[in-house]
């Protein structure tokens, strides 16, 4: 295939550099606003929670602290991921050097982790709440509740790290593809997808489809008793 003279590449050599993506300016500075106002709205609201939580004591209770854990992880995406991701994106020619390659991919990963594990817990929560109310306060503690949002940060921080060490290029990369390389690891790819995706989302629909049973059948018998 012949290359267009008119193509023009992030660098000189034109073998190994990828392509400048040509938009116009207009249609360039309508994106980065609909992503800035994405991510504001995203870090206001989220913000506006953990506020709210923080700063009321009624509200101090173990499902809220879950509810804050989850407004942590979604502010983190509005104040970082979707900013970086949609300059890395708009931007397909790498400047920003071989260290802001994993700065970029780990908030992403630890983002999408720990907001899985986040939802795992709620469901948990929900399912006691639901399925064993007379239990619930001596089961759900706000102790135990803290104890469970470490855990799981810290073992997403962990996981995240050996991910990253694991996908990165030790090389600068010259475009925002090469930042991360998927090649010769698909047995990787796969256990990642279990751990990550698969694993957590299982036991979310898994414990809502137990709650949905439970609660139709309350409802049943609500009515039962009502006639």
């Not at 989850?70 to 994106?89: E, F, H, Q, R, Y």
């Not at 047995?187 to 049973?213: A, E, G, Q």
Request: net charge negative; hydrophobic share 50%.
């Amino acid at each position: 295939m012949e290359e267009n003279e008119d193509d023009q590449y992030c660098y000189q050599d034109r073998n190994s550099s990828c392509k400048r993506t040509s938009i116009s300016a207009y249609f360039s500075i309508t994106l980065y606003v609909f992503f800035s106002l994405i991510s504001a709205v995203t870090v206001f609201l989220n913000l506006l929670v953990i506020i709210s939580i923080s700063y009321f004591k009624h509200l101090h209770t173990a499902t809220n602290l879950l509810i804050v854990s989850l407004a942590v992880s979604d502010l983190l995406v509005g104040l970082i991921v979707i900013p970086s991701m949609t300059v890395a994106i708009m931007e397909p020619c790498w400047v920003l050097g071989e260290y802001f390659c994993p700065l970029l991919l780990y908030p992403t990963f630890l983002c999408a982790s720990s907001s899985l594990g986040n939802l795992v817990l709620i469901s948990i929560d929900r399912y006691v709440a639901v399925c064993d109310p007379l239990m619930y306060n001596l089961t759900i503690t706000t102790t135990r509740i803290m104890c469970c949002i470490f855990i799981t940060w810290f073992c997403c921080v962990v996981y995240d790290t050996v991910l990253i060490n694991i996908y990165v290029n030790i090389q600068v990369p010259r475009c925002f593809d090469e930042c991360y390389s998927l090649e010769g690891h698909f047995w990787v790819n796969v256990m990642d997808i279990v751990i990550s995706m698969v694993f957590p989302c299982s036991i979310i629909i898994t414990l809502y489809f137990r709650i949905f049973v439970v609660a139709r059948s309350q409802a049943r018998q609500w009515t039962g008793s009502g006639v």
